[in-house]
């Protein structure tokens, strides 16, 4: 967790601009409908829950994931 929150801030310092949720939900969920839980933890390192939470819209990951995911 520590190494991921560490990732984060790291990322956050390159991009200034805060993100936009709504492109999240409006670009990049709808094209997880296809892709499982467990197939996007494996490819992010995420957890399968949270990883389930996001394909549910009821979390939205850190920007540094939009692409991988």
């Not at 829950?49 to 990951?61: L, M, S, T």
Request: glycine fraction near 8%; include cysteine; charge should be neutral.
């Amino acid at each position: 967790m520590k190494q991921q929150r560490a990732a984060e801030f790291a990322w956050d310092q390159e991009h200034r601009e805060p993100p936009d949720m709504t492109q999240f939900q409006r670009e990049i969920l709808p094209g997880l409908n296809d892709v499982s839980a467990r197939a996007m933890s494996r490819l992010s390192g995420l957890s399968t829950g949270y990883c389930g939470e996001i394909k549910r819209g009821e979390r939205a990951p850190h920007p540094r994931w939009w692409e991988t995911l």
